[in-house]
């Protein structure tokens, strides 16, 4: 089956500009997580989603972002009106279930505004 | 606050020595510890994982060592070779409360 899959690979945005990222998660994987990676730094937790249950939205960074997921199935993260200070590689992971279970990863969405 | 600190920030060994990756946590209530090693251009995969209640676990050249009451687990690789070369990262989570919380990585480069 096919893994993580990510959408698009890499997007370059004008400053102030709307960008939507696609994440197609593992198929029965109930957990979705997306991080963002900036140059030469750690994973930044930025939300996760588990089954049905309300999202756990503490890591993100400010109120232009923003992520929805469709059941267990496909996610979106939305970052309105872009800053220079977005730029990064946004990764989405998916597990079977929330916990102490391997998170596979996507190869992530590398965002550039400029 | 970062909850899981790691070193060193860069890592240069000699192929067939041994590459150390140290992390430290703070959250006394974090059961599970994995490591992920990233390639260039790649998602962060899955290494290696340890839980509080052994203090070593060893898959091939890849060992973990755990240390309870210092609160700190590191990452030992055997025999490191140039297809090693990776930026790892540590990683804990309280199983079914948070998600994974991410040290900063370590860049390692293996040399021949």
């Known amino acids: 089956g096919a893994g993580v899959s990510q959408s698009p690979s890499n997007k370059v945005t004008e400053k102030g500009k709307d960008v939507e990222l696609r994440c197609d998660p593992i198929?029965?994987?109930?957990?979705l997580y997306w991080y963002r990676q900036r140059l030469g730094q750690g994973l930044e937790f930025l939300i996760y989603?588990?089954?049905?249950?309300?999202?756990?939205k503490s890591g993100l960074p400010s109120d232009r972002f923003s992520a929805e997921r469709t059941g267990e199935s496909v996610s979106t993260l939305t970052i309105q009106r872009t800053q220079q200070e977005d730029s990064a590689v946004y990764l989405c992971?998916?597990?079977?279930?929330?916990?102490?279970?391997?998170?596979?990863f996507g190869q992530g969405t590398r965002l550039t505004v400029v | 606050q970062q909850q899981v600190k790691q070193s060193p920030q860069s890592l240069i060994v000699q192929k067939g020595g041994i590459s150390i990756i140290n992390c430290a946590y703070e959250?006394?209530?974090?059961?599970?510890f994995p490591w992920y090693q990233q390639f260039p251009g790649k998602g962060p995969a899955l290494l290696i994982a340890?839980?509080?209640?052994?203090s070593e676990k060893k898959e091939g050249r890849f060992t973990i060592s755990f240390n309870k009451s210092a609160k700190q687990f590191s990452l030992h690789i055997m025999d490191s070779q140039p297809g090693d070369s990776a930026t790892y990262f540590c990683?804990?989570?309280?199983?079914?409360?948070?998600?994974?919380?991410f040290g900063k990585g370590t860049r390692l480069s293996v040399i021949a």
């Open positions: 992971a998916s597990s079977p279930y929330f916990g102490d279970t391997e998170a596979f």
């Open positions: 198929s029965g994987h109930t957990a």
């Open positions: 989603f588990q089954g049905n249950s309300a999202p756990d």
């Open positions: 959250n006394t209530a974090f059961d599970y």
């Open positions: 340890i839980r509080p209640d052994v």
């Open positions: 990683a804990a989570t309280l199983s079914g409360n948070t998600p994974l919380v």
